[in-house]
Nanobody
Framework: QVQLVESGGGLVQAGASLRLSCAAS????????VGWFRQAPGKEREFVAA????????RYSDSVKGRFTIARDNAKNTVYLQMNSLKPEDTAVYYC???????????????WGQGTQVTVSS
């Protein structure tokens, strides 16, 4: 089992950047694929990005492709989401999630963090 804690959210203006972190417990973090999701008020949870356990594979939603980058440092048990050129429509609670399938880049995960708020003002 793995526990996840997100951090790095905040209030920024449109066009700014933020880097979210997802810190995981456990000794075998490299065996877990990790995804980022977001949920805006009144909307369904939305897939944002995913990365395989080794970091060699990634996938992005069309809405963030070219602006967001997912990366991981397995030595630090941390996955990052670098968010550039932020837009007001990126405002949401961002969650990271982990799957026990290291190669997974899908949208169904077993373990979830508590979320971190990102607010982008216009």
């Amino acid at each position: 089992q793995v526990q996840l804690v997100e951090s790095g959210g905040g209030l920024v203006q449109a066009g700014a950047s933020l880097r979210l972190s997802c810190a995981a417990s456990g000794r075998t973090f490299s065996t877990y694929a990790v995804g980022w999701f977001r949920q805006a008020p009144g909307k369904e949870r939305e897939f944002v990005a995913a990365i395989t356990g080794s970091g060699g594979g990634t996938r992005y939603s069309d809405s963030v492709k070219g602006r967001f980058t997912i990366a991981r440092d397995n030595a630090k048990n941390t996955v990052y989401l670098q968010m550039n050129s932020l837009k007001p429509e990126d405002t949401a609670v961002y969650y990271c999630a982990a799957s026990g399938k290291a190669w997974y880049l899908g949208e169904e995960y077993n373990y979830w963090g508590q979320g971190t708020q990102v607010t982008v003002s216009s």
